[in-house]
């Protein structure tokens, strides 16, 4: 696992996002798409990896407005659990970046003991090094940074609120934020506060 005094530009770096079947009040929420976008260097290549996950439940109407995603589709996805192998080799000993990544996170708490981290807030950095944006989705951040044209060049087709798309588009935030305010060289905490356990 990376240690703060790490140098950022040595270190491996993935991205997550999930995508969710929505919840009735009082429900328990389930993933229904993952998306990981990792580099062992923030100047490599990604590799990019998604999955749909079988559910037990029906994708709900509203979810399905927003990521596109219906019952239909996850027919024959495989089970959570079973893509924990695909997780834990993309995951294990890399700085895990999000956006917001408070889903992520419970989701991945169904793999106890787990280990992942530290997390890296893309929202709370994003707050941090650019100022005065009108909001701070992930969408009007990567078009502020002029990262968008690079995510859909790198993934054609998809769009956001496909996991995969929004993964990328967070790691692809920290890359151009660290190669901006040229932050390879520094340690992992000069992150401060989007910095997390």
């Known amino acids: 696992m990376p240690h703060s005094r790490d140098i950022i530009g040595r270190l491996r770096f993935a991205a997550i996002d999930f995508e969710s079947a929505g919840a009735a009040r009082g429900d ?3 993933p229904v798409q ?4 990792a580099c062992s260097f923030l100047e490599v290549e990604p590799e990019l990896w998604t999955s749909y996950i079988a559910t037990d439940r029906p994708v709900l109407w509203s979810a399905s407005q927003v990521h596109g995603i219906t019952t239909d589709m996850l027919a024959d996805a495989p089970p959570f659990h079973s ?3 695909d997780i834990r080799s993309r995951l294990d000993g890399a700085v895990v970046a999000g956006h917001n990544p408070a889903t ?10 787990h280990g992942f981290g530290p997390w890296l807030d893309t929202l709370v950095l994003g707050k941090m090094c650019v100022p005065g944006l009108p909001d701070y989705s992930l969408s009007t951040l990567c078009d502020a940074l002029g990262v968008s044209p690079s995510v859909d ?3 054609p087709g998809r769009r956001w609120h496909d996991a995969l798309y929004d993964a990328l588009a967070s790691l692809l935030v920290v890359r151009f934020l660290v190669r901006e305010l040229k932050l390879s060289g520094q340690p992992l905490e000069v992150f401060g506060k989007a910095l997390g356990r």
């Open 28 to 30: 328990t929420d389930q």
């Open 34 to 37: 993952i998306g990981i976008a």
């Open 83 to 85: 893509l924990w192998p």
């Open 104 to 113: 992520e996170r419970k989701f991945l708490r169904r793999f106890p003991g």
């Open 153 to 155: 060049a790198l993934l």
